[in-house]
């Protein structure tokens, strides 16, 4: 099994509805990452979180929101999708340093592809 | 601010040719760790290598060498005798010790195709 799942793995929906993707991870790392990738953009960072009392905003955290339910569960949320949101969503964690070098490696989901109709 | 630049878009080669993908990066820390991800055609990515600002020694990995020069501020990545398999989008990036090395700063990628 994967240590950083995501659910869906693919979803198609129309403007306006409210989606959430979410991201589980068995690693044990405390923190976790929202990142959007788009052809020709790279990844880009949505949100992220240390911890479950902490979330920050990325450089593109406009019209989504995020929920860090537990150590290992951070969800993303749209609460109104339009189409320019259409695009591949990464969940990623890292390790603080207290297992292991603090490095900044991301350890990435699979991916969820999300396409805005 | 950190930034990282990977200046190719797209490369095409046939298979058995050496490659270069470039990566420049921008950075005023000191310490920093710098990383290549693979994206194959499935999707996932996948981790290549890392490497602290200390260490200048160039690395190698059967096919795959990274020449990493401070001085010019990049961090390339050669694929010698290219094959079909190595088709897939190359990310490099860039984490700083003036964030905690709390981000990954990705460049745009490098789509590499290999044709038989």
């Given at each position: 099994d994967a240590d950083v799942t995501q659910t869906p793995r693919n979803r198609i929906t129309k403007t306006g509805k409210r989606i959430m993707l979410e991201c589980s991870q068995t690693?044990?790392?405390d923190r976790m990452y929202w990142y959007?990738?788009?052809?020709?953009?790279?990844?880009?960072l949505i949100y992220y979180s240390f911890d479950v009392k902490d979330i920050n905003k990325g450089e593109i955290s406009d019209g989504y929101s995020v929920s860090r339910q537990a150590q290992a569960k951070f969800s993303l949320s749209l609460e109104s999708a339009i189409p320019n949101q259409t695009a591949l969503y990464f969940c990623a964690t890292s390790d603080l340093g207290t297992s292991g070098p603090n490095t900044g490696?991301?350890?990435f989901g699979e991916g969820s592809r999300l396409t805005v109709l | 601010?950190?930034?990282?630049?990977?200046?190719?878009?797209?490369?095409?080669?046939?298979?058995?040719?050496?490659?270069?993908?470039d990566c420049v990066y921008e950075t005023r820390d000191t310490t920093y760790y710098l990383f290549w991800y693979k994206q194959p055609p499935s999707g996932e990515l996948v981790f290549l290598i890392r490497r602290n600002s200390f260490d200048e020694q160039n690395e190698i990995s059967g096919r795959y060498s990274w020449n990493f020069q401070k001085s010019t501020s990049s961090f390339n990545f050669t694929i010698t005798a290219s094959?079909?398999?190595d088709s897939a989008v190359y990310f490099?990036?860039?984490?700083?010790?003036?964030?905690?090395?709390?981000?990954l700063v990705f460049g745009t990628g490098t789509r590499l195709l290999v044709s038989p």
């Open positions: 690693k044990g790392h959007r990738q788009d052809p020709g953009l790279g990844l880009r490696e991301l350890f | 601010a950190q930034k990282v630049t990977q200046a190719q878009t797209e490369i095409s080669v046939v298979e058995k040719e050496d490659v270069t993908l094959q079909v398999v490099c990036a860039l984490s700083e010790w003036n964030t905690g090395f709390q981000k």
